[in-house]
């Protein structure tokens, strides 16, 4: 079993910054690509940005260079600058593996224009 416990987030202007961090525990694979995903009011959840334990990332088109995603053990962190209203949205962490997904509860990420 795998926990994914999230923090961070809350309200922020256009143009600030905001940081979350997931901590994972339980057995976590070297193969387990961990990620944020996000899913604003009456849109699906989308790929933000996923991490392999080698380092090889992958992001949203709509977060690159402005998103930076890092891992360190068993923990992944999200750092989010230029922040836009459009980027408001409940933020969730994520374990995937060949057996399925792990998720976080989600938090809250608003944007103020």
């Known amino acids: 079993q795998v926990r994914l416990v999230e923090s961070g987030g809350g309200l922020v202007q256009a143009g600030g910054s905001l940081s979350l961090s997931c901590a994972a525990s339980g057995i976590i694979f070297s193969t387990d690509v961990m990620g944020w995903y996000r899913q604003a009011p009456g849109k699906q959840r989308e790929l933000v940005a996923a991490?392999?334990?080698?380092?090889n990332t992958n992001y949203a088109n709509s977060v690159k260079g402005r998103f930076t995603i890092s891992r360190d053990k068993n923990t992944v962190n999200l750092q989010m600058n230029s922040l836009k209203p459009e980027d408001t949205a409940v933020y969730y962490c994520?374990?995937?593996?060949?057996?399925?997904?792990?998720w976080g509860q989600g938090t809250q990420v608003t944007v103020s224009s």
């Open positions: 991490i392999s334990s080698g380092g």
């Open positions: 994520n374990d995937r593996r060949f057996s399925g997904d792990y």
